[in-house]
Structure formats: structure tokens, C-alpha cells
């Protein structure tokens, strides 16, 4: 340190100097300089000696030094110059650089190779002498590989732009052989980067870059991997990168590249620290399928107990030091007992941040191999880190340390769609229920909502309307009321994505009877229609930023959201003379579009495998939205585009389980009424719905909540009855369609809700062969009356169990009806639905007394029974009309 600060003076006092001069003869001691304080102390005062000219008898010691005018420079001038500029510096991530003080390079800009020559003309002059150092060390030639290194890092971090960090790597690696770290370093500054101009300069230095690393791959440690996994997945949603890339390398040189490096990641997973576990996570989640499919269990089982291993010490830190207050531990970094107690706050720690992207990353679909491997234990440890996390508007803690409002949303997507991190917050304190919920979201949500961008909002309030009551009865009036006003705030400007998650979102907590606080103008939901119109006509058909399943999501608002439904046909006006843009024409193109493309064989040999078939976006479900909004339906006029839809549902058919049997049928029930989509829909779709009825019935594998829906559909579209018909009266059949459809009725009859009850109860009427194949049944018609009698109250109140909101049918399934929730009925208000379903009921009952086997309908005290219910609908109605 003396020799540094001694030989900085004398570089000041040379740099100034424009003639020949000397300096005043000194003695220095024999001792080493890092060894004598007095050296210090002499060489200082010999490098103040104030300068004199040599007089004419006087000699010149042998320790000259000339001025930058052009003339000579010794060697041990110079080289004091260029080792006087240089630094030791400890940076955030705890690797060791030296670093060149700004204005010392001298004329040569190229901070390394000025350094090389220095040494090198400096240990010439010298001969065989070393060359003076604190330490007494002799530079070897992996010093000077270490140092352009690490300059390299220092030149591509601060560069100016991308394209300049791009250049500083190109150059170097034609000077020397660049390291992992240089390699990392260079990704993240690239992830930062939102625009890069794609042509030759750039497109080569990316080629060398990812040559580069898939050569350093195997000898990268784990923060590297890390880094650089992070750096990918952010740099998958440049718009510039991958037509980049693409130039560069072949799609399978690109796989082959990542595969390697997810790999490596898992080998190097015990030496992690927190934040690079979550980096990891994020990065593969980032990336294709591909990425987290490549990682094998070894790896992803190394990773959660990267998360358990760091999560112990940082939660035994927790209790000393208070929240956000935990030391970051790896396996490998580990520090002793005694080192970890005696450690400060402020040091490396687990910080909410790396919980918050571990949480993110394991709740994305591509990661399911990732969250079969990770334990109840570590999504423990991740939301008690999260719990703990510090407020956003603390003064003293660091940013990792805090949950913003964007870490709040993806914590709470991650408990919607992961049970155990949602059990992780139930069972936080057993003693106290609700308390992990409440430690989330009371105080957090009123402090955030007004922070909150389109994006973090949809998310936070889909993962209320999923998470259940428990987690909407922690947020606080005042909360409710902010995320209202951030609703109305974010409206008129949301994003595709956003527009489709609020209206859908918003919808369901507003019709939720426990979250009476969070009120939403009609005009918000008029405004959020209109800009769902906008999105729709500006992105066209085709747009991959407003996808599939936003279209699905938007398209099924419309049929639930009266005034978002106004707010789209009000701003649907303004394309009238423009009819390709028309909203309407538009999203339901993309609706038919969806079916068709889904509907191909490599989808079909795969639907059973796929989650997202019978939701948001599948082919049934797309075509249910479709009908049911009539403004949908009527927007297309061709039928070419029906009966594409068509064909493409008669080869979803045979892989249909009962919902989606359910959903087309009913869709078609829908729009039985439009000559032009029934004269579109082929003759072999009927027939191929008729059949995957007959089998799912004959299997048994028809649950209550869609029987009626599909005998409400038989019943109203005449070719799938027809279909029936002809399955059932086939002589080799020997389970007839009617009888298997009245033993799924018989077993599903007290699970029926009071709509559903209506619904069957008319289709016995409107299908004798039905009603004869209940008489069939053991005690059939018994069951059936019975449970028509037991629902009566409820249908003269037009009210379903399911819609009922009793503090107890929580504990019960969603088919089970209970004394205590039909008892709950009676206290229910009557709805408009109420007339219809008690005229529909005695309707269905009159028809099946005039059945030519009615005689044969159970026995005399059950036909009794039934004329009897008939009758009490009858008096009913005829009460209301008085």
C-alpha cells in the first residue's frame, strides 16, 4: 500500500515535469517495503524532494527520469505509472478485480495490453531481477491472463451501449482466451438491452458468444450457469433476440448449447446461494419447454435442497437479526457456527427477491418436473421467507429485502396454482388460522394497490378469485377499495393480456358473497369492454401479443359481463365501415380458427395428455363461447367457416370426456335456431357426438353436473336423438343407449343441483324411450321423485346449492346436498329463474304422464307421487300469478 501511494507521487511529479531532471540522491534501507513503516516514510520524502537541474560537475543518479515530451521514459517511471492506476476492488458479487482508475492508462486506451507491454519492457530493463511488489511476487503469465480478464468484465459492463460491449468481446476474443465469467458477464448486459440493431458486426459477436459458451459450459461454476440461465430467459422476450440468434447458430446448435448449460445447473446446484437458485429457476422457466425438460431429477431434487439448505440458516438468522434480516448460505460457501454468529445484518442474505422468483418460476406450466421434485419443506421455507419480507415502504432496507407489488402477484399466483405453496400459507401458524394470509396481504395490499401496472393487477386479483376465502377474507376493506381504484385507474390503457385477466377476475370477485367490499362500476367494466374492442380490431386475427387464450377468456366475458359487453358493441360502431376490423367478426374468426387448428390429428392424438384441453382456449370450450354469445355467432356469415368448425369437432369427438360432450352440445342447443350454422354442421358430426354419449354412458363415465346437460341437449337437437335411437336398437347391442343413460341417472340423482333437477326431469318427459329405460332401474322412478320432492324449495326459488353462500358448504363437496344447505335456501330470496324452472318441471312431469308405457313407470304409489309434485308446481305458479 506504501509502494502504491509513494509510487503515485512520484508518477504525479513526472507527469508535469517537460525537461530532464534528477532527483536528489537518497539512501533507501535494505528492508522490504511492506515491512518498514520508516521506508515509507523515506521513499515519501524522497519523492517530495523538491527538483533541481543537474549542475556541471554533479552526475546523474541511475535512477533518471524524463518528462512526457517526447523523450525517453525509464522503464521503472513507466511502469510505476501503470501499476499506480491500478486498484483492488471487491465487488457486490464477491469476486476480486483489479481495476484501472479513470485518466491513468496513459496514450494506450486498451487497459490490458498497455499492462502487458509495461511489464514486459519493464522486466527486460530489469534483466533477470524481479520485479518489486508488495508481496515480492514475480507476475506469471496466468496474472496476466487473470487480469485481462477481469478487465474485460470492468470494459463490458461499463460500456456505453450494447453494440460497444459487443466490441470489447469480439476484440478480446481474438487477443486472448475469455473465461465463464467474461462470458456471464457479457449475457447479463445483453438482458438489459431492449433494442439491438440485427446486422453483421452484432450477429458475429453473438456467434462467438454462444460458441463461446457452449465451450466453457462444462467448467462453469454454479453462479455462472445462474447468471447466464437468467440472462436467456430475460433476453426471450427481446423482440430482437431470437431473429438474432437465429442468424447465428442453427436451431439445433441452440438447443444442444442450452441443454448442456440446464444440466450443468443442476450438477453445480449445491454450490448456489439463494439468489442464484432463484435465478436458475427463473431463467429454465423462461426458456421453451425444452429447457426444463432437459434438467434430470438429479438436478431438480440439487435445487430444492439449495432451497432447504439456505432457507435453515437464513430462517436461524431470521430469529437473531429480525426480518429481512437473513444471511444467504450455500452448501459449499457454508461459514462456521461461530462465523454465523457472529455475522452482521447486513450481510449476503435469503432475500424475499430470490423466494419470490423460486415461487414464479415452479408455478409455470413448463415446470412440472421441477415441482414433482420439490418438496413440502422447501415451499415451507419459501413462503416463510416471503412472509417475513420487509414493507415497500421501509427506509432501510434494500430493494431485495422488500415485496413490491409485482413479488405480491406472483406469490400469489404461485398459491393458485400450486397447493402446496397455498398449504405453506394455511398452516403457516396452526395456533392461528389465517395468519400466514393475513401477514401477506392485510397490510400489504392497501400500501401496494396504487403502485400496481396492469400486468401485477390481473395477476393479484385471478390469484384472489382462485385462492379461496381464506386469502380474500385477509385483505382489508381499505384494501378492496384501493384495487378498485386501481382497476378504474388501469382500465382505459390495459394490455391485452391484463384487459382479458380483469375482466375476467373482476367478474368473479365481484360475484363473490364474501367479498361484498370490492365494488366495480359498470362504467369500469363498460370502459374495460371498449378497450377489449380496441385490443381485438388493432391485433387482427393472427396477433401472437393478444393469443388464444386471452381471445377465449375475452370472448366468454362478453356472454358474462352485460356492460363490458356494451362497452365492446359501443366501440364495435366505429369499424362500421371498415368490416374486416369489426371486433366482433374479428374475435369470433379467432374463436373458429382456434377449433379448427386445435382440431388437427397430432392435437388429437394428444389431448388426453394435455391440461389445457377442456379449459381455457380448448376446442369445445371455444365453441360453447362462440354460440352462447349470440353477437359471436352472427358474426359469421359464411358457411364454409361452419362447417370447418364442424369437421373439426367430429375429430375432437372421440377424445371428449363429458364436459366437453357437454359444452358442444350445448353450444349447438344454443344456436339450433340458425338455419345457416345446423345446415353447415356435416351429418357425421352428429353422429359422432351421438356415439361418444353411448360410450361415455356405457362406461359409466358421465358425472352429475353434465347428465343433464347432455339429456337437455338429446332432447333438443333431433339428429344426436337419432343417433341414439339407431345405437340402441341395433339386436347385437346388448346394453341399449336408453337403459345405460337411466343408470347414470339413478346413480347421480341425489347429486343433482335443483337446476339440473329440472333439466332431466324434462328430458324424461321429451324422451319416452328415457323414461321406459328408468322404469327399468331398480326403485328408478322412486329415486328420481324423491329427489325432485327433496328440491322443490329451491326450484320455486330459481336458487341452486351451488350458488348459496353458507358458512358450511365449504367443509362439503360441490355435489353434496346436505339438510343444512337446503335449509339455507329457504332464507334465500326468489331469482327471476324462478317461474321458468317450475313451469319447465311441470311440464316435463304432464309430458310423462301421457307416455303410452306410462302404466309401467314404477309403481302405483310412484305415479301417485308424481301427479301429486305436478300438482304442487301448478298451485305454485298459479300463487304467483295472483
Known sequence: REMRRAAREVVDLVGVVSRSLAVTPCTLPKKSFATSAATSTSVTACALTRWAAPSSTGSLTSLSFFGNNGHHVSPRANFARHFASLRKQTAGDGVLRWVRVGGSGGANSDDDVSVDETRKRYNTARGDRHPSSARGKEFSKDDFETNRQRALNKRVSTAVDTAAALGEFTRATDAFQVNAVNVAS??????????????????????????????????????????????????????????????????????????????????????????????????????????????????????????????????????????????????????????????????????????????????????????????????????????????????????????????????????????????????????????????????????????????????????????????????????????????????????????????????????????????????????????????????????????????????????????????????????????????????????????????????????????????????????????????????????????????????VAPTCDAEDVSRILNGYCKVRRNELIMESTPLSTWKALGSRVAELANRHEIEPMHLATILDAVKKLPLVRETLETLANKKNNPDPVWDDLATVITQSASELEPLQVTNTVSALGWLPELALGLSRRENGWAIVLHVIEANFSQIAKGVNVSDLDDPKSSLNSSHEQTESRISFASSRAETPEAKKWMEKTAAGLELTRGHAGYEMYGSPEDRAKLLALETKFREALLARRE
Not at 445484518?345 to 435469503?350: G, K, V
Request: aromatic letters at 6%; charged letters at 20%.
Open 186 to 651: 457479457l449475457f447479463v448486459v445483453l438482458a438489459r438491452c431492449s433494442r439491438l440493431t440485427v446486422d453483421d458486426t452484432n450477429g458475429t459477436a453473438i456467434e462467438k458468444l454462444l460458441i463461446r459458451l457452449r465451450a466453457v459450459t462444462n467448467e462453469s461454476s454454479g453462479r455462472v450457469c445462474a447468471n447466464v440461465l437468467h440472462a436467456l430467459g430475460q433476453l426471450e422476450a427481446r423482440d430482437w433476440w431470437n431473429p438474432l440468434r437465429e442468424t447465428c447458430v442453427t436451431n439445433q446448435q441452440w438447443r444442444q448449447t442450452v441443454v448442456e448449460l440446464v444440466r450443468r445447473s443442476g450438477v453445480t446446484a449445491p454450490t448456489m446461494n439463494a439468489q442464484e437458485i432463484g435465478n436458475a429457476y427463473n431463467g429454465i422457466s423462461r426458456l421453451d419447454s425444452f429447457a426444463a425438460d432437459a434438467m434430470p431429477t438429479a438436478g431438480w431434487v440439487g435445487l430444492s435442497q439449495g432451497i432447504v439448505t439456505n432457507g435453515e440458516a437464513a430462517l436461524h438468522e431470521l430469529n437473531s437479526y429480525g426480518e429481512g434480516s437473513v444471511r444467504n448460505h450455500s452448501a459449499k460457501r457454508a461459514p462456521s457456527s461461530s462465523t454465523s454468529q457472529n455475522a452482521k445484518p447486513h450481510s449476503s442474505q435469503f432475500a424475499a427477491l430470490a423466494a419470490v422468483l423460486c415461487l414464479n418460476a415452479l408455478a409455470s406450466d413448463k415446470m412440472r418436473g421441477a415441482v414433482e421434485n420439490t418438496p413440502y419443506e422447501s415451499f415451507k421455507i419459501l413462503i416463510h421467507i416471503v412472509l417475513h419480507a420487509k414493507q415497500v415502504d421501509e427506509q432501510n432496507a434494500r430493494s431485495v429485502e422488500k415485496l413490491s407489488e409485482q413479488g405480491l402477484a406472483n406469490v400469489l399466483n404461485a398459491c393458485a396454482k400450486l397447493p402446496l405453496a397455498k398449504k405453506a400459507v394455511d398452516e403457516y401458524d396452526l395456533r392461528k388460522p389465517s395468519q400466514g394470509w393475513r401477514l401477506l396481504l392485510t397490510t400489504r395490499v392497501p400500501s401496494l394497490a396504487p403502485r400496481f401496472g396492469d400486468q401485477g393487477l390481473s395477476v393479484l386479483l385471478h390469484a384472489l378469485a382462485v385462492c379461496g376465502r381464506d386469502a380474500r377474507s385477509a385483505v382489508t376493506k381499505n384494501g378492496w377499495t384501493s384495487l378498485a381504484a386501481a382497476t378504474k385507474r388501469i382500465a382505459p390503457s390495459a394490455s391485452p393480456q391484463a384487459v382479458a385477466m380483469l375482466l375476467n377476475s373482476t367478474w368473479k370477485l365481484t360475484n363473490e358473497p364474501d367479498v361484498r367490499e370490492f365494488v366495480l362500476s359498470n362504467t369500469t367494466f363498460f370502459v374495460l369492454g371498449k378497450r377489449a374492442a380496441e385490443i381485438v380490431s388493432e391485433h387482427g386475427e393472427t396477433s401472437s401479443v393478444f393469443d388464444e387464450q386471452a381471445s377465449f377468456i375475452v370472448a366468454d366475458a362478453m356472454g358474462k359481463v352485460p356492460h363490458a359487453c356494451f362497452g365492446f358493441s359501443e366501440k364495435a360502431k366505429e369499424y362500421t365501415s371498415s368490416h374486416s376490423k369489426d371486433p366482433w367478426l374479428v374475435l369470433a374468426k379467432r374463436l373458429a380458427n382456434t377449433i379448427v387448428d386445435k382440431a388437427t390429428e397430432r392435437s388429437v392424438a394428444t389431448a388426453c395428455s394435455t391440461a389445457d384441453w377442456s379449459s381455457h382456449g380448448g376446442p369445445a370450450a371455444s365453441f360453447h363461447v362462440l354460440c352462447r354469445v349470440s353477437a359471436l355467432a352472427n358474426a359469421l356469415t359464411t358457411k364454409k367457416i361452419w362447417a370447418d368448425v364442424g369437421k373439426a369437432l367430429k375429430a
